[in-house]
């Protein structure tokens, strides 16, 4: 992460990097992870997103909300969080008495770093009688100015939460705010940021996949453009694609969210066609350039050295504990 970073207040060492070399050749990874998990007494959480080697090597693999329910119950004196900041953030918001390390302190999402927290105190102030839902992709500082988290599989439920009269402020993501208020029918002004990911996915590549393969069902991530979400047979967070593809009858998926959930879908279902959506840029992969930073090398590193950790300001971490609990507590 470089020093110009947003995340740079809630680092212990801004500049520090994996030391890649000091790993011995040919030293067993998997067993030397195995090994530290133990000796270290802890606990290895990862997103969907992931790289396969590590989901298959995590305690808890999951989505934002599932992760975020794990860091508050663990027991474990560790957690290594395989996913990007703002998890690991939110882990350590959960549980301060903890070391919370992650394999690459470079690992960011484009949500949260377009919404630095003093822009956003600064956007707020349009607002002072409404209340503040946050989507987790953001940061503790931003989640201090919020009343409310969400995660993508909750939104709709925490937004109904908050009784009819009440003016709402929906952010960081936009395409998230504007299905939850198709959803809700509840007016919202939405921060204008967006995935790197999802926002790449258009209609009109998908209609011509679509049109390629007519019996597969098209399941999308709510943080995709409306015109995408329009045209899916549904919409919902990763473990929810990860639950449709499970159970629907259907033996094709045209899955438009990060690629990295393909490896659970194909474990739940071996035998059905999952044809990732193209992105209409860039590489054309539907990979996040940030979740994919982290590896089993720099996991092994964060195991042996304990490092980088993730450290919060005692009183931003109490200010943005309040709006997470607040979350949980919905269940
Ligand atoms: P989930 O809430 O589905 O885990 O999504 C997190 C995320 O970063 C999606 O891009
Ligand atoms: Fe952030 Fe998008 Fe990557 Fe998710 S996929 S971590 S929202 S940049």
Same mark, same amino acid.
């Given at each position: 992460?470089?020093?110009?970073?947003?995340?740079?207040?809630?680092?212990?060492?801004?500049?520090?990097?994996?030391?890649?070399?000091?790993?011995?050749?040919?030293?067993?990874?998997?067993?030397?992870?195995?090994?530290?998990?133990?000796?270290?007494?802890?606990?290895?959480?990862?997103?969907?997103?992931?790289?396969?080697?590590?989901?298959?090597?995590?305690?808890?693999?999951?989505?934002? #909300?599932?992760?975020?329910?794990?860091? /508050? *119950?663990?027991? %474990?004196?560790?957690?290594?969080?395989?996913? =990007?900041?703002? +998890? !690991?953030?939110?882990?350590?918001?959960?549980?301060?008495?903890?070391?919370?390390?992650?394999?690459?302190?470079?690992?960011?999402?484009?949500?949260?770093?377009?919404?630095?927290?003093?822009?956003?105190?600064?956007?707020?102030?349009?607002?002072?009688?409404?209340?503040?839902?946050?989507?987790?992709?953001?940061?503790?500082?931003?989640?201090?100015?919020?009343?409310?988290?969400?995660?993508?599989?909750?939104?709709?439920?925490?937004?109904?939460?908050?009784?009819?009269?009440?003016?709402?402020?929906?952010?960081?993501?936009?395409?998230?705010?504007?299905?939850?208020?198709?959803?809700?029918?509840?007016?919202?002004?939405?921060?204008?940021?967006?995935?790197?990911?999802?926002?790449?996915?258009?209609?009109?590549?998908?209609?011509? #996949?679509?049109?390629?393969?007519?019996? /597969? *069902?098209?399941? %999308?991530?709510?943080?995709?453009?409306?015109? =995408?979400?329009? +045209? !899916?047979?549904?919409?919902?967070?990763?473990?929810?694609?990860?639950?449709?593809?499970?159970?629907?009858?259907?033996?094709?998926?045209?899955?438009?969210?990060?690629?990295?959930?393909?490896?659970?879908?194909?474990?739940?279902?071996?035998?059905?066609?999952?044809?990732?959506?193209?992105?209409?840029?860039?590489?054309?992969?539907?990979?996040?350039?940030?979740?994919?930073?982290?590896?089993?090398?720099?996991?092994?590193?964060?195991?042996?050295?304990?490092?980088?950790?993730?450290?919060?300001?005692?009183?931003?971490?109490?200010?943005?504990?309040?709006?997470?609990?607040?979350?949980?507590?919905?269940?």
């Amino acid at each position: 992460m470089s020093i110009n970073s947003p995340y740079a207040t809630s680092l212990v060492s801004t500049t520090y990097v994996p030391d890649l070399e000091s790993i011995e050749p040919g030293l067993d990874l998997v067993a030397e992870i195995q090994r530290l998990r133990t000796t270290r007494k802890a606990v290895i959480l990862a997103h969907y997103y992931q790289e396969p080697e590590i989901q298959d090597l995590a305690d808890f693999v999951g989505d934002s #909300l599932q992760l975020s329910q794990q860091a /508050a *119950k663990t027991d %474990a004196e560790v957690i290594a969080f395989c996913g =990007v900041h703002f +998890m !690991a953030e939110t882990a350590k918001i959960l549980s301060p008495g903890k070391k919370v390390v992650i394999p690459d302190m470079d690992a960011g999402c484009s949500l949260a770093d377009r919404c630095p927290a003093d822009q956003f105190a600064e956007w707020l102030k349009q607002y002072p009688d409404h209340e503040v839902v946050s989507y987790i992709n953001c940061s503790a500082g931003v989640k201090a100015l919020s009343t409310i988290i969400c995660t993508s599989s909750n939104a709709v439920r925490v937004v109904e939460s908050i009784p009819q009269e009440k003016k709402l402020v929906f952010a960081p993501d936009r395409h998230l705010g504007k299905w939850v208020l198709k959803q809700t029918g509840r007016d919202m002004v939405l921060w204008p940021g967006f995935c790197i990911v999802h926002e790449q996915f258009t209609a009109k590549r998908i209609a011509a #996949l679509k049109a390629k393969h007519p019996e /597969a *069902k098209l399941i %999308a991530h709510p943080e995709c453009d409306a015109t =995408v979400s329009q +045209m !899916a047979d549904f919409v919902g967070s990763t473990a929810a694609l990860l639950n449709y593809v499970a159970k629907d009858p259907a033996n094709a998926f045209i899955v438009a969210t990060e690629a990295g959930i393909l490896h659970q879908m194909r474990q739940r279902r071996p035998s059905v066609e999952l044809i990732p959506a193209p992105a209409d840029s860039g590489c054309n992969c539907s990979l996040c350039p940030y979740m994919k930073l982290n590896s089993l090398e720099k996991l092994y590193l964060a195991l042996r050295d304990l490092r980088p950790e993730i450290t919060l300001d005692e009183e931003v971490r109490l200010r943005a504990l309040k709006p997470v609990e607040r979350m949980l507590a919905l269940g």
